[in-house]
């Protein structure tokens, strides 16, 4: 929304005559709401994370440790993202840091992994394309001996409590 006032008031700006000057202090004064009413939403901590505890419970992906934990019985919940993903940083502040679900992944014993794909690591392209997919986000829930379930890329605390309850 900031970037539409401001593309209206670099418009505006063009303008000749009394309108730039009306439409320009229009654009100025939409600008300024906006910014008023985002920055501290930019700010906040979510309500109800358990952001540090969230933090300490992720651990760096690999194939290795995926086809470890598969092979010992252990599910494995992997959040494939990148520090670029706006809808990526969505997820994890909404549903992956939820205290509820962090709760049923520590109920369930599910192994927590991020594949940061920031720099498009070649192993998690490969694992990527493996997954029918070709970018981020890809939230993979992998259970001993089923198919690996691909939830949806607009992450809800439903569907993530639904997924765990296959387990």
Do not use: M
């Amino acid at each position: 929304a900031l970037l539409l006032v401001l593309a209206a008031l670099i418009w505006a700006l063009g303008l000749r005559g009394k309108s730039r000057i009306s439409l320009g202090a229009l654009a100025l004064l939409l600008a300024a709401g906006v910014t008023y009413y985002a920055l501290p939403l930019i700010k906040a901590e979510p309500a109800g994370q358990v952001q540090a505890q969230a933090g300490e419970l992720w651990q760096p992906w690999s194939a290795d440790k995926v086809q470890s934990a598969h092979a010992s019985g252990q599910p494995v919940f992997v959040d494939f993202t990148a520090a670029w993903c706006v809808t990526c940083q969505v997820n994890k502040r909404t549903t992956l840091s939820n205290a509820e679900v962090l709760a049923a992944f520590a109920q369930h014993q599910v192994q927590l992994l991020r594949a940061d794909w920031t720099r498009q690591d070649p192993a998690i392209t490969q694992a990527l394309q493996s997954l029918g997919r070709s970018g981020v986000p890809v939230y993979v829930l992998y259970l001993p001996g089923k198919q690996p379930v691909v939830l949806s890329e607009l992450l809800s605390k439903s569907e993530v409590l639904d997924a765990l309850k296959q387990i």
